[in-house]
């Protein structure tokens, strides 16, 4: 009709379509050589996607550094620090608040055992990397897009068919399905189908809020009510699905700040469950005095990284490593 208002989902494909636009520019622009790209010392290995959230990026990224660390690699992570306060960079303590550094950052900072570096600037994070903590490889957590700094690796995550996704914000896609060309190993996530590399993420224990941890036969027989704030939701509350007897769930935005009053509410509503469940991402963003008088009840889930082909992945970095190493240091 004549002088009606678009609807919102015409107005998002427009958006969408502005945006594919912009984003085609800019990495014309990269691809030419008109914006320039800088290179660092280190070994430079990003782990990223074109999806919006919710692939495992950073349960990937925890199960490679791990592994090039337990080879006497030098490595550090740089991660954006997603709404974390502080500018950065800055290296990330076990006792940073999340709201100061993000939930990912303190994650990973509480449980590997490399450093790891808030900074948005993902070029000045490489570098202090380098300087303060001697790092022959840097892996960027969430870095596919952030085409400024020279990398050596692009592993890019998928967790569906985006050849048949739509682009922010008329669907879930940051770069058009084409963007996978750039990277050197594309791995399929969450059974989506990619020919090539697959990997999952399977529950391997669980996690008190005093850090201890326990078994997932735990939850056999059990009432359980779950909650969670991630990208995808669904893959948390089915992988819970068949291991409890009653299952209750909350799915906040990914990335959702806790209050008190949410936590009250989760605890109002688990009145009569035998345990509350969580991720880690989102236990590490909760205040543990708010969970006075449950914190018995509540556990977090710990994921593992099922992927065969990692350790070849991790073959080909540390040969990165020793070949960008000066001569005489070893």
């Known amino acids: ?21 912009a984003i085609r520019v800019r990495d014309t622009l990269y691809d030419i050589g008109a914006l320039p790209v800088r290179a660092v010392p280190s070994v430079v290995v990003s782990v990223g996607n074109i999806e919006a959230g919710g692939t495992g990026k950073t349960p990937f990224t925890m199960a490679l550094v791990s592994i090039l660390a337990s080879r006497g690699i030098r490595t550090c992570v740089v991660t954006r620090g997603y709404r974390g306060r502080l500018s950065g960079p800055v290296v990330v303590r076990p006792d940073h608040a999340s709201e100061e550094v993000g ?14 570096i808030k900074s948005p600037d993902r070029i000045r994070g490489a570098l202090l990397a380098r300087v303060c903590c ?15 700094i020279r990398r050596d690796l692009d592993i890019v995550l998928v967790s569906r068919d985006v050849s048949k996704e739509r682009l922010l914000p008329a669907g879930p896609l940051r770069e058009h ?68 007897s009653r299952l209750d769930r909350i799915a906040y935005p990914d990335h959702h700040r806790y209050t008190r009053g949410d936590v009250a509410a989760i605890m109002d509503r688990a009145s009569m469950a035998d345990l509350i469940v ?9 205040d543990p005095t708010w969970l006075s008088g449950i914190a018995e009840r509540v556990r977090a889930v710990r994921v593992s990284l099922d992927m065969p082909g990692l350790e070849d992945i991790a073959d080909g970095i540390e040969e990165l490593a020793r070949m960008r190493r000066v001569p005489g240091q070893g």
């Open 103 to 116: 939930d990912e950052a303190l994650l990973m900072a509480r449980t590997l055992s490399v450093p790891v």
């Open 177 to 244: 399905a084409g963007a996978l060309a750039r990277a050197h190993h594309v791995v399929a996530m969450k059974g989506s189908g990619f020919p090539g590399l697959a990997a999952d993420l399977r529950p391997q224990c669980l996690v008190g809020t005093d850090g201890r941890t326990s078994s997932l036969d735990t939850l056999a027989g059990r009432s359980i009510l779950a909650f969670c704030a991630i990208g995808r939701p669904e893959h948390f509350f089915g992988m819970l699905k068949g291991m409890c």
């Open 278 to 286: 969580t991720t880690e991402k989102d236990l590490v963003k909760i």
């Open 134 to 148: 001697g790092a022959e490889v840097v892996v960027l957590d969430d870095g596919f897009q952030h085409r400024r």
């Open 1 to 21: 009709m004549r002088g009606s208002m678009p609807s919102s989902s015409g107005i998002r494909n427009l958006l969408a379509v502005v945006y594919g636009a």
